[in-house]
């Protein structure tokens, strides 16, 4: 991870903390930064000591505000489906990841950064935050996967009506379409992303990737073929170390010590 610009990342034991940093262009996607985030969630998958990520952005004013419209606006549509293919492959690293992947978002969450937001596992936000989707009041669609994505999450129809307003929803309304699972105060935005993303990694760390690889199959595939991957998976975690872990802790009343074997 040499050379990084825009892309900080700090530890906490087996958390990393991945800051988007470019806080005086609230934290704009350029090409370098998406070329960074890549780079950062490549390096981290791989590593054993990485138990989950938490992702922001610097400063008090925004988490993303989207992709970068200064290099937008020089794009043409050879350009315009590259940038758009780029972003989608980072993001798609990011919902594939095989850790949990939460999103604290203590400011604006727009175009880019709000799909970049839902590309994360999880999404808490601060009283300040602010979503949405700006992409039709300059002419063009989210590109990084927003049209697909967020009508999952929330459903068509709320989907339709912000994609196609461009409206911005602040922290409690995003809270109640289900945008994000929980609002806390920015002070301790940081701390409560701890919390929640510990209340997974304290779990067996193959079946939770397991969990998030059939959930996420489920989504793009038919029922019966989403089942018979669910039942493989289950029978899969049969032979884990963790799930005879899991169980004797239960049976003998102990916390369980799972090794991700
Ligand atoms: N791309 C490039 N630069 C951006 C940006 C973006 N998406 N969002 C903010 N910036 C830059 C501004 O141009 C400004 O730079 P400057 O100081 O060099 O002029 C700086 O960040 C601060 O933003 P500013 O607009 O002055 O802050 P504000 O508090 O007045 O407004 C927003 C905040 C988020 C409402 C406003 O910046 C905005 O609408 N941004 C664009 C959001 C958007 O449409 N995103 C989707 C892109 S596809």
Redesign the pocket.
């Known amino acids: 991870m040499a050379d990084l610009e825009h892309v900080r990342v700090e530890w906490d034991a087996d958390l990393a903390i991945v800051t988007v940093d470019r806080p005086?262009?609230?934290n704009?996607?350029?090409a370098e930064v998406v070329r960074e985030l890549g780079e950062v969630f490549s390096s981290l998958r791989d590593d054993d000591n990485v138990r989950g990520v938490i992702l922001t952005g610097a400063g008090s004013?925004?988490f993303v505000?989207?992709?970068?419209?200064?290099?937008?606006a020089t794009m043409d549509s050879v350009s315009g489906v590259r940038v758009s293919r780029d972003g989608q492959e980072v993001f798609r690293a990011i919902e594939r990841f095989p850790k949990p992947v939460l999103a604290a978002v203590g400011g604006?969450a727009?175009?880019?950064?709000c799909e970049l937001a839902l590309a994360c596992h999880l999404r808490i936000a601060s009283d300040r935050a602010?979503f949405?989707?700006?992409?039709v009041?300059?002419g063009?669609i989210?590109?990084y996967g927003g049209t697909i994505r967020l009508a999952r999450l929330i459903g068509l129809g709320r989907a339709i009506e912000l994609t196609l307003t461009?409206d911005?929803v602040d922290a409690e309304r995003a809270h109640e379409i289900g945008l994000v699972s929980s609002v806390v105060s920015s002070e301790t935005l940081i701390d409560e992303a701890k919390t929640l993303i510990r209340r997974v990694t304290k779990n067996g760390p193959i079946a939770v990737r397991m969990a998030l690889e059939s959930i996420y199959r489920g989504l793009d595939t038919a029922t019966a073929e989403a089942l018979d991957f669910e039942s493989s998976l289950f029978g899969l975690l049969a032979s884990t170390e963790d799930m005879r872990e899991g169980m004797e802790a239960f049976l003998e009343k102990r916390k369980a010590d799972f090794k991700g074997r």
């Open positions: 005086e262009k609230l704009a996607l350029n004013k925004a505000a989207g992709a970068d419209i200064g290099e937008l604006y727009l175009g880019g950064g602010r949405g989707l700006p992409e009041s300059l063009i989210p590109g461009g911005m």
